[in-house]
């Protein structure tokens, strides 16, 4: 499966912002899909995974309430809203995809990568 992300961009503390992850290839729905981040100096982070049929979601715990994991599977599309942004959330954005069906926050689970998408958010 091949993986675009997309929507990222620079934003002020508090605002938002939607990234979507668009897969071709293999069926989507196949694939459990997670967003990760990597912040410069800094190893890249788990932030969000969801179920093959979209029913279960995993959070980091530093940004539940603010970021919410979803996907289309018709769209073959996974998205991150993601509010109330923070200086700290700046990052690039790298969605995921998982064969198999259970949720996982580790990097190394993950078998598809996208190419990343710049966050920057400012105080």
């Known amino acids: 499966v091949q993986l675009q992300a997309s929507g990222g961009g620079s934003v002020q503390a508090g605002g938002s912002l939607r990234l979507s992850c668009a897969a071709s290839?293999?069926?989507?729905?196949?694939?459990?899909m997670g967003w990760f981040r990597q912040a410069p100096g800094k190893e890249r982070e788990f932030v969000a995974s969801?179920?093959?049929?979209?029913?279960?979601?995993t959070y980091a715990d530093s940004l539940k309430g603010r970021f919410t994991i979803s996907r289309d599977n018709a769209e073959n599309t996974v998205f991150l809203q993601m509010n109330s942004l923070r200086p700290e959330d700046t990052a690039v954005y790298y969605c995921?995809?998982?064969?198999?069906?259970?949720?996982?926050?580790?990097?190394?689970?993950?078998?598809?990568w996208g190419q990343g998408t710049q966050v920057t958010v400012s105080s």
């Open positions: 969801i179920t093959r049929g979209g029913g279960s979601m």
């Open positions: 995921a995809a998982r064969e198999g069906a259970l949720r996982a926050a580790s990097v190394t689970a993950y078998d598809y």
């Open positions: 290839g293999r069926t989507f729905s196949s694939y459990v």
